[in-house]
Nanobody, 121 residues
Framework: QVQLVESGGGLVQPGGSLNLSCAAS????????MGWNRQAPGKQRELVAM???????SYADSVKGRFTISRDNAKNTVYLQMNSLKPEDTAVYYC???????????????WGQGTQVTVSS
């Protein structure tokens, strides 16, 4: 049974930081590309960051320079370090696993249940 479990969300003030984690089980983590997505109320889901099996990364323009995706294959975990947070970053954040960047973009692999991030003063 494949499980992706996100954690680390919460309430933070503008300009603050959060570090999200996504722990995977039931898959050979090291052979999967991983992604972080978000969805705000009334908005479409947005792919914010991806990391390949070789740790190449790609970011949405909206988060470039503020967010960093990383992975620890020994812990079967992918991280999203979020700095300089803005109110518009408020959303439910989901991780997903796929066989390639294309599958991450298409959302055709495995998904977690999400963690809420709220940026507000």
């Amino acid at each position: 049974q494949v499980q992706l479990v996100e954690s680390g969300g919460g309430l933070v003030q503008p300009g603050g930081s959060l570090n999200l984690s996504c722990a995977a089980s039931g898959i050979i983590f090291s052979i999967y590309a991983m992604g972080w997505n978000r969805q705000a109320p009334g908005k479409q889901r947005e792919l914010v960051a991806m990391i390949s099996t070789g740790s190449s990364t790609s970011y949405a323009d909206s988060v470039k320079g503020r967010f960093t995706i990383s992975r620890d294959n020994a812990k079967n975990t992918v991280y999203l370090q979020m700095n300089s947070l803005k109110p518009e970053d408020t959303a439910v954040y989901y991780c997903n696993a796929g066989t390639s960047f294309t599958s991450i973009r298409l959302g055709s692999g495995y998904w977690g249940q999400g963690t809420q991030v709220t940026v507000s003063s």
